[in-house]
């Protein structure tokens, strides 16, 4: 492994092997790089004695990590539809990056997130599936991935439909941003801390005797260094969002936000006339299929679903409008739900045969 690398710098201090995503200016986005740097660190400190706990964390005060390199898969998708090459450095994002998820499901021994600032997609795949999740005053969660053509991938499989009532959908088809208190409530973050005390709290993880339980000694160390937290805003919205995303399709759930009324579920219904309408009906089916599959399922079913994203437009033409070209004003196609019919969302499920995730 090259030393020369510096977009994820590892380090073992003390008892604990420490990640830095060290790009700051792109708010620390996932590339494949990263990933093929990351995944082998953790093989082996998951084998290492002298490593007790991971802890991982975004350079710079502004994110955790804002998500995938989409810009990347965006061009390899491109060239592929002009005749260059294939798709498979997009096809290798999504597979390197789904085994990154469930490493860190798999890990056998702490993991522990700082989650200081934004983290959203592929910083949620590298964070929500570990042992501990440090939420701080500036925390910033969404699954934007509706918004530009894609789906609440990482993992979103599995952990929205896991989320309170049918927060979890709400969150998946809105793109809906959380702060720590609503993070805690919902389970997606497990602890608070302010932000200054970060640097603390990774040398007293270091200096930590983790004994017999290393899960223990994070806890007590988190304990000792807890931020008081304020009142989250879900429960009093949760009876809501019960009653409006239980519907098993778009158009109902538009309907009852409809006549829900209020100006909470007007401005849901807004946002969502705004998403991918292909989008937007897989993802449905996606969190509702998800209820019922094992985590490594739902890796399975989401890397099926990369595949008929890079085959179709909405993911090129929703980057474009929102990172390429930034005129937040993408040309669904199809452009209404009515036109997005069975087949066309049938057609991100069909398995790969030779092509499948496998987990070796």
Not at 30 to 46: F, G, V, Y
Not at 180 to 204: F, K, Y
Not at 300 to 318: C, K, Q, S
Not at 323 to 347: C, F, S
Request: aromatic residues 8%; contains cysteine; hydrophobic residues 45%.
């Amino acid at each position: 492994m090259s030393i020369l690398f510096q977009d994820a710098l590892f380090e073992v201090r003390g008892g604990i092997g420490l990640i830095t995503l060290n790009r700051p200016k792109a708010l620390n986005a996932l590339t494949l790089e990263m990933i093929r740097h990351i995944h082998p660190k953790l093989d082996q400190w998951a084998v290492d004695p002298g490593v007790k706990v991971v802890v991982i964390r975004g350079a710079g005060d502004r994110a955790f990590c804002a998500g995938g390199d989409i810009r990347a898969i965006y061009d390899a998708g491109l060239a592929w539809k002009r005749g260059e090459g294939d798709a498979s450095a997009a096809h290798d994002f999504f597979r390197g990056e789904y085994r990154l998820n469930r490493r860190i499901k798999t890990f056998p021994k702490p993991y522990v997130a700082l989650l200081d600032g934004i983290f959203m997609g592929g910083g949620v795949g590298l964070s929500v599936h570990g042992s501990h999740r440090v939420v701080t005053p500036k925390s910033l969660f969404a699954m934007p991935e509706t918004g530009i053509g894609l789906f609440p991938d990482v993992g979103g499989t599995w952990f929205l439909p896991r989320c309170p009532g049918r927060t979890g959908t709400w969150m998946g088809l809105t793109g809906a941003r959380l702060g720590p208190a609503d993070l805690l409530w919902t389970g997606l973050g497990t602890h608070m801390a302010a932000s200054e005390s970060l640097d603390v709290i990774v040398d007293a993880l270091a200096a930590a005797d983790y004994g017999t339980d290393g899960h223990a000694a994070v806890d007590a160390v988190l304990e000792a260094h807890k931020a008081e937290v304020g009142e989250p805003t879900l429960p009093a919205l949760q009876p809501a969002i019960d009653r409006c995303f239980a519907a098993d399709s778009v158009e109902e759930i538009l309907a009852a936000l409809e006549a829900e009324g209020s100006e909470w579920a007007l401005a849901q219904r807004d946002t969502l006339l705004k998403m991918s309408p292909t989008s937007l009906k897989v993802a449905l089916a996606q969190i509702r299929q998800g209820e019922g599959l094992s985590f490594d399922d739902a890796l399975r079913l989401e890397f099926r679903m990369t595949h008929a994203v890079i085959a179709g437009n909405d993911l090129f033409e929703g980057v474009r409008a929102v990172i390429v070209d930034k005129d937040r004003n993408p040309k669904w196609n199809p452009a209404t739900l009515a036109a997005v019919g069975r087949a066309e969302v049938d057609r991100h499920f069909r398995h790969l045969g030779a092509d499948e995730l496998h987990f070796d």
